[in-house]
């Protein structure tokens, strides 16, 4: 991977959000202001762990187990991230580890991508978002995801995806709406809880996918280019210790070491000790240090 490359991808995941926060700060106190910002990360934080807590580590990786009405909490959370339907996104993530940067991964940036500027923005669009508009190398749902189909509520979610995503954007307004007062507040609560929350929360799961593929270091050693980036880790709720999940897939926790920042991984925690989460795996550390890179 050229230093150009990496250095292309770095920019397309920063500005955007170098983007955001100058908007803020040029709009403070005009159209956005502390409310506005609560409807935000709220909303980011709910549908952010229906992503990483629901569709990814109970749904695809089975690395807990939780009572039905649980499960079903979290893929409605997670609809509501606007990123696919429950079905669907298990599937892909699956064929994306059985593939993992090679031909049939769904979401790869290194996949029939070469070196040079061009092909890194190429690889870093496919990576973000142009995989979700095509239909090369996504997972057929009977073969990756067979035990969520079976599932009679799951299946019924996944066909209110449409419905769902327009209650994500409906519920901010209306709560903008009575915090913030009059048609004001019921569009800031749209935009602010529904366009911006979406598209950040978008751009960070993204990340995931492009930057975490090949910028970050390397503790274990895997057959694939996956990334642990701890400034991420914050925003995409632990995901981005990404070489750790991709060296122990079915861990509870991305998030291996104290130091390891994983909100994802404390929310696990937290419905375990509850009495709401069990069988929840769990990596010991004699198993991660026959793990551990050589590089």
């Known amino acids: 991977m050229?230093?150009?490359h990496k250095l292309v991808n770095l920019a397309g995941i920063g500005l955007p959000v170098f983007g955001l926060v100058l908007a803020i700060?040029?709009?403070w106190e005009r159209m956005v202001g502390p409310t506005e910002l609560a409807i935000m990360i709220v909303g980011y934080l709910l549908t952010g762990f229906?992503?990483?807590v629901g569709y990814h580590r109970l749904f695809t990786h089975r690395s807990f187990e939780t009572y039905r009405p649980v499960r079903y909490a979290f893929a409605v959370l997670g609809q509501m991230a606007v990123e696919g339907d429950v079905v669907a996104w298990v599937a892909d993530h699956r064929k994306h580890h059985q593939f993992s940067d090679q031909d049939g991964d769904p979401h790869s940036p290194h996949a029939g991508y070469g070196n040079g500027a061009f092909e890194a923005l190429k690889g870093l669009w496919h990576a973000h978002t142009g995989w979700m508009f095509s239909l090369a190398g996504r997972a057929d749902k009977m073969k990756y995801a067979k035990d969520l189909v079976d599932d009679r509520g799951l299946r019924l979610i996944a066909k209110l995806f449409?419905?769902?995503?327009?209650?994500?954007l409906l519920v901010p307004a209306l709560i903008g709406w009575v915090l913030l007062g009059g048609w004001y507040g019921f569009w800031a609560g749209l935009i602010?809880?529904?366009g911006v929350r979406i598209f950040l929360l978008h751009h960070v799961t993204f990340s995931i996918n492009s930057i975490c593929h090949f910028w970050g270091g390397r503790r274990f050693g895997t057959p694939d280019e996956s990334r642990n980036v701890w400034w991420l880790s914050w925003l995409?709720?632990?995901?981005?210790?990404?070489?750790?999940?991709h060296a122990f897939p079915s861990s509870a926790f991305h998030g291996l070491r104290k130091f390891e920042v994983d909100p994802g991984g404390w929310v696990i925690w937290t419905l375990e000790k509850c009495g709401l989460a069990w069988r929840v795996v769990r990596i010991p550390p004699e198993r991660q240090a026959r793990k551990l890179a050589v590089e």
Not at 162 to 168: D, E, F, H, I, K
Not at 236 to 245: A, K, L, R, T, V
């Open 236 to 245: 995409s709720f632990g995901e981005s210790w990404h070489n750790n999940h």
């Open 162 to 168: 449409l419905p769902t995503v327009a209650l994500s």
């Open 50 to 52: 229906g992503i990483t």
């Open 192 to 194: 602010w809880g529904g």
């Open 25 to 27: 700060v040029l709009l």
């Open 2 to 4: 050229t230093r150009t």
